[in-house]
């Protein structure tokens, strides 16, 4: 099975609908992340979460909110989607040793129309 | 401020040649640390070298090798040999100590395409 897993796999959606794309992992670690990736742009950092009651805005946060339900748990939420949200959105981990080395979910393919 | 250059978009070879992605990063930290991921075209990214500011040791794995240079801030990445299966998004990524959220500045990565 799969460390760091993402659903969706696929999402279509309309423009002003709420969305939530949801991550787990069994790696046991504390470090949660999500990115989002554009064609180009590589993958910039929405939200962190260093443990349940630690969560941090990335570089592009706006439009997005987040939440650490458990340690093994980090959701995505979309509030009102808009088309410049299309894009393919990656949840990642890291442990407290090697910190920095960061374990990617197979990404989440969202579309919004 | 980190930021990661990939200045080429794509890359085209074929089969057996050998091929070097460029990667230029900038940082004002001392301590950081350059990554590369693989990207094949079923989405997911697979994490393939990790190396710190201090060690500037080329290294080799198998057909892999990285060539890190500080005094150009850049960390290169050849392949050998490539093969149809090399065919892929190569991203470089950069992290300073000092951020405290360990973010991961990527570059925008270079799609390479290896012909049979």
């Known amino acids: 099975d799969a460390d760091v897993t993402q659903t969706p796999r696929n999402r279509i959606t309309k423009t002003g609908k709420r969305i939530m794309l949801e991550c787990s992992q069994t790696k046991g670690h504390d470090r949660m992340y999500w990115y989002r990736q554009d064609p180009g742009l590589g993958l910039r950092l929405i939200y962190y979460s260093f443990d349940v009651k630690d969560i941090n805005k990335g570089e592009i946060s706006d439009g997005y909110s987040v939440s650490r339900q458990a340690q093994a748990k980090f959701s995505l939420s979309l509030e009102s989607a808009i088309p410049n949200q299309t894009a393919l959105y990656f949840c990642?981990?890291?442990?407290?040793?090697?910190?920095?080395?960061?374990?990617f979910g197979p990404g989440t393919r969202l579309t919004v129309l | 401020a980190q930021k990661v250059t990939q200045a080429q978009t794509e890359i085209s070879v074929v089969e057996k040649e050998d091929v070097t992605l460029d990667c230029v990063y900038e940082t004002r930290d001392t301590t950081y640390y350059l990554f590369w991921y693989k990207q094949p075209p079923s989405g997911e990214l697979v994490f393939l070298i990790r190396r710190n500011s201090f060690d500037e040791q080329n290294e080799i794995s198998g057909r892999y090798s990285w060539n890190f240079q500080k005094s150009t801030s850049s960390f290169n990445f050849t392949i050998t040999a490539s093969q149809v299966v090399d065919s892929a998004v190569y991203f470089c990524a950069l992290t300073e100590r000092s951020n405290a959220g360990n973010m991961l500045t990527f570059g925008g990565g270079t799609r390479l395409m290896v012909k049979p």
């Open positions: 990642a981990t890291s442990g407290t040793v090697r910190y920095n080395e960061q374990f």
